[in-house]
């Protein structure tokens, strides 16, 4: 079994609807971390989450709502999103948030119509 | 604010060969670099992380360089195999943040057989 796993790995909604990705590490991390890849840009940073507490919030916006409820799992709630929030959504754990290497899961592909 | 950038965004190049990736990036104040690889459709997988105090790091075919000083990187992959064939990423964490991965655009690589 991968170490962090993301579900589900694909994902088609429309405008309106509301969603949710999930991810969860089987490597006793600390720390976990959303990530979005969109075409031709770099990584962003989202959240990240310390011991179930938020660390970061790098100016995402609202309709992106993430949740830790324990330290082995991370969601991301996706309410009325636009047509360019269509990206490859990353999580990511660490075993502490400082200076720490990170272990990516596969991704969700997320759609927007 | 950090800027990574990787040249050449793609390469192409025949089996067998030993090819060099570059990284750059525009602020010294590093906690650590790491080297990622993204297959396609796939999530990252950590191939080298160097800290900021050394110099470089090793495993099996490949080897990273790192120049604080200058903000350089670069990844040298030996004896390059089809298999090789993803997108390599370079990404530094701020000494301010501890935690923030900074990614460049990636090199998309192709090794012909």
Known sequence: ETGVTQTPRHLVMGMTNKKSLKCEQHLGHNAMYWYKQSAKKPLELMFVYSLEERVENNSVPSRFSPECPNSSHLFLHLHTLQPEDSALYLCASSPGYSNQPQHFGDGTRLSIL | ?113
């Open chain 2, 1 to 113: 604010k950090q800027e990574v950038t990787q040249i050449p965004a793609a390469l192409s190049v025949p089996e067998g060969e030993n090819l060099v990736l570059n990284c750059s990036f525009t602020d010294s104040a590093i906690y650590n670099l790491q080297w990622f690889r993204q297959d396609p459709g796939k999530g990252l997988t950590s191939l080298l992380l160097i800290q900021s105090s050394q110099r470089e790091q090793t495993s099996g075919r490949l080897n990273a360089s790192l120049d604080k000083s200058s903000g350089r990187s670069t990844l040298y992959i030996a004896a390059s195999q089809p298999g090789d064939s993803a997108t390599y990423l370079c990404a530094v964490i701020n000494s301010n943040s501890g935690y923030a991965l900074n990614f460049g655009k990636g090199t998309s690589l192709l090794v012909t057989p």
